[in-house]
C-alpha cells in the first residue's frame, strides 16, 4: 500500500511540475526556431509543416509573388522591356517551384510574354498559389505590356492572402503542438514510473497491466487522429472562386481593358470564370454570360454579375465599385478565418475529453495502481 501512494504521489507530482515546463519550453523553441532558424526555407514551407501530411504542397511563398510584382512594376516604369524586366525579376527572387524556370527559360530564348505565362500556368494545377500568381501576371498585360498599376494591385492581392495563410499556419502549429504534447506526456511519465519503480518493471509484462497499456495507446492514437482531421478541415484554406473573379477583373480593369475583355480573361482563373469566358466568347450577351455566377453562388456571384451589367449598361467608370466589392469579400474572409480560428479550441475539446485524457489515466496511472495492487498477497491462514 506504501508503494501504492507513493507511486500515485510520483505520478501527480510529474504532471503538476512538468506539464507546464514542457509547453513554456516547446513554446520557446518554436519561437526561437522560427525567428533564428538555420534552415533558410521559404515562409509558406515551415508554414506547410504545421498543416497536415495530405495538405503540404511544395509552393513557393506567396510573399516572395508579391514581391516580384513590385519588382516587375519598378522595372516597367523605369522603362525597360517586359522581357529584360521580367528576366531581372525572375532572377533576383529565384523562386522555388520548377515552372519558374521553364517560364525563365521560354523568355530567355525570346518568346512572347504572354505565351510564356501561359506555359508555365498550363503546368500547374489551377488552385494552386503559383498558378495563381502567374494568372494575376498574365491579367496584369495588355499588348504584351507589363501596367505598373495592375502589378501593385497584383501585389496588395498576394500580400493579403499571404497573411491569411499565415493565420491559418498559425492557428494549425498552436493546436498540434498542444495536441503533440498532450499525446507524448503519458509515454513520458510511463517511461519515468518504469525507471523508477523496480516493482512496477517485474510486473509490466502480467496480463492486468498490459491490457490497460493497450487500451491507453489505441485511444492515444485514435485520439491524436481525431484531432488531427479536426484541425486540417478547420483551417483548410478552400478557394474563394468570386473572390479570386473579382481580384482578377480589378486587375485586368487598371489595364485599361474593357469590362467585356476584362471577363473573358477570367479563362484562366477558375471553371467558372471559364464557363463565364466561354459564353462571352461564344458571342453570347455579357448578362447571359454571367448567369453562372449567380447559380453557383447566389449572393456574392448575382451582386458581382448584376455590377458589370449595370457598369456596361450605363457605361459608368467601374473600377472603384469593383475594388469595394474586392475589399468586401477580403473582409469577409478574414471573418471566416477568425471564426475558424476561434472555434476550433472547442471542437478539439471533444477528443481530448473522450480519448487524450482516458489515454492519460490508462498509461500513466491505472498501470502503477495495478502493478502495486498486483504485487499485494493475503496473508495465510494457519491452523
Known amino acids: 500500500m506504501v508503494d501504492l501512494l507513493a507511486g500515485i504521489f510520483m505520478t501527480l507530482t510529474l504532471v503538476w511540475f512538468t506539464a507546464p515546463r514542457f509547453f513554456r519550453l516547446f513554446d520557446v523553441f518554436e519561437t526561437q526556431r522560427r525567428l533564428h532558424g538555420a534552415d533558410p526555407l521559404s515562409e509558406d514551407t515551415k508554414q506547410s509543416d504545421a498543416l497536415p501530411r495530405h495538405q503540404r504542397k511544395d509552393v513557393s511563398t506567396v510573399r516572395d509573388f508579391a514581391a516580384l510584382c513590385e519588382t516587375l512594376a519598378r522595372a516597367t516604369r523605369t522603362g525597360a522591356a517586359p522581357h529584360d524586366a521580367l528576366l531581372s525579376s525572375l532572377q533576383w527572387h529565384q523562386l522555388r517551384h520548377p515552372c519558374w524556370s521553364v517560364l525563365f527559360d521560354d523568355v530567355a530564348a525570346l518568346h512572347s510574354c504572354d505565351s510564356a505565362l501561359a506555359t508555365a500556368r498550363d503546368s500547374l494545377e489551377p488552385h494552386s498559389n503559383d498558378a495563381q500568381c502567374l494568372s494575376l501576371l498574365e491579367s496584369a498585360m495588355v499588348h504584351g505590356n507589363f501596367v505598373p498599376s495592375a502589378l501593385d494591385h497584383a501585389s496588395s492581392v498576394l500580400r493579403d492572402r ?67 482531421s479536426l484541425i486540417s478541415r478547420a483551417v483548410h484554406d478552400e478557394p474563394d472562386d468570386i473572390g479570386q473573379l473579382t481580384e482578377h477583373l480589378c486587375v485586368s480593369l487598371r489595364t485599361g481593358l474593357s469590362m467585356t475583355h476584362a471577363c473573358e480573361r477570367w479563362r484562366t482563373v477558375s471553371p467558372m470564370g471559364n464557363a463565364v469566358a466561354d459564353l462571352i466568347s461564344a458571342g453570347a450577351p455579357l448578362e447571359e454570360a454571367l448567369l453562372p455566377l449567380a447559380t453557383t453562388h447566389p449572393i456574392s456571384g448575382k451582386n458581382l454579375g448584376h455590377t458589370i451589367v449595370e457598369a456596361e449598361r450605363d457605361g459608368l467608370p467601374i473600377l472603384d465599385t469593383v475594388m469595394r466589392l474586392a475589399t468586401d469579400h477580403r473582409m469577409e474572409r478574414r471573418r471566416q478565418i477568425d471564426t475558424h480560428i476561434h472555434q476550433l479550441p472547442t471542437r478539439l475539446s471533444i477528443p481530448l475529453v473522450l480519448c487524450v485524457l482516458p489515454s492519460f489515466l490508462l498509461l500513466s496511472v491505472a498501470p502503477l495502481v495495478l502493478a502495486s495492487l498486483s504485487q499485494l498477497s493475503l496473508p495465510s491462514v494457519t491452523q
Open 162 to 228: 499571404a497573411a491569411c495563410s499565415a493565420e491559418l499556419a498559425v492557428a494549425a502549429s498552436q493546436a498540434q503542438l498542444s495536441a503533440r504534447l498532450l499525446s507524448a506526456l503519458p509515454f513520458v511519465l510511463l517511461g519515468g514510473a518504469i525507471f523508477v519503480s523496480s516493482q512496477f518493471r517485474s510486473s509490466l509484462w502480467s496480463p492486468i497491466v498490459l491490457c490497460p497499456l493497450f487500451l491507453g495507446f489505441i485511444l492515444n492514437r485514435v485520439g491524436w487522429r481525431w484531432i488531427s
